[in-house]
């Protein structure tokens, strides 16, 4: 049975972003603002220095968190000097020096297992709504929905063979030499106990907090991490609903879309499919974007 708004245990909406992304993210949340109900509250995860520039994002049921309150003490943001300082980059003595990506991934993992919320939803900044979506519908009774593509063929993008050797280790779990189940989507859904439990099982493999084992490699995948759990270690069937269904439609690369093609990507959506995402490195124009979402 699908649940209601009224009966789904509470659902978060959870975005980690960063200041480069701030439009997008801006434009994520008057979608969510148009399309979006079912939810308890939208959480935007930045770090420290960008706080004050997200602020005027905040909501009745917005609310900008400061990795700070995330994320342990020894590993902090500093001025990447191969960038001449126009990037960030996360230091610690844990591991190696960690780019904006990795760090997305930790403060979503670490959200999770503090929120209050029972589920929550991971939406990239460069999402956009533009059908209605109802969060209460990852809700199947008390069972979330959990994506997984089985015998899925091997991904044109990414290191996804050391990201899941790598979940193997943190979770001791053994490590094949390519993962054939795909994990990873944009519109993903998580609960957070069992966040809880994925980062306990890394504690007890490695003797070591959570994070001090998830910052030690630049190998780092959330998906497979909670996939490869959910699938060999947590032993929950009923915590969780399989689903290959992608809510979200992604343009993962080639050049900018001009207004046409992107009409045409819209007009392509599937039936189940509520929202867009535009890869920013396409350079594909926000305007356009905004005017084909029906958000002018």
Request: hydrophobic letters at 45%.
């Amino acid at each position: 049975m699908i649940a209601t708004t009224e009966t789904c245990p509470p659902t978060a909406l959870v975005t980690s972003s960063y200041r480069g992304d701030l439009a997008r993210c801006r434009l994520l949340c008057e979608s969510i603002d148009r399309h979006v109900t079912g939810h308890s509250c939208h959480y935007i995860l930045v770090e420290a220095a960008d706080v004050a520039l997200f602020k005027p994002l905040e909501g009745p049921r917005r609310r900008i968190v400061d990795e700070r309150e995330l994320l342990p003490w020894w590993l902090r943001a500093f001025p990447d000097p191969l960038s001449f300082g126009r990037r960030r980059i996360w230091l610690s003595p844990k591991g190696p020096p960690l780019r904006g990506w990795h760090v997305q991934q930790l403060r979503r993992l670490a959200f999770a297992a503090l929120m209050d919320e029972v589920g929550m939803i991971s939406i990239d900044s460069d999402v956009v709504f533009v059908r209605a979506f109802d969060a209460a519908s990852f809700w199947q009774g008390r069972a979330f929905r959990f994506f997984r593509i089985p015998d899925a063929p091997p991904p044109i993008a990414g290191n996804h063979d050391a990201w899941s050797v790598r979940a193997g280790l943190l979770l001791g779990l053994g490590a094949p030499p390519r993962h054939d189940i795909d994990y990873i989507t944009t519109l993903i859904g998580w609960r957070a106990d069992t966040v809880r439990d994925l980062l306990a099982r890394i504690e007890d493999v490695t003797g070591a907090s959570a994070m001090t084992g998830l910052a030690g490699s630049r190998a780092l995948s959330e998906c497979l991490l909670y996939g490869r759990f959910v699938d060999e270690a947590e032993g929950r069937r009923d915590r969780h609903v399989p689903t290959d269904e992608q809510l979200c439609r992604v343009y993962w690369a080639g050049e900018a879309m001009g207004e046409g093609a992107l009409s045409t990507f819209v007009e392509a959506l599937a039936p189940h499919q509520v929202a867009i995402g535009i890869q920013s490195f396409t350079g594909t124009d926000l305007s356009l974007i905004r005017r084909v979402a029906g958000l002018e």
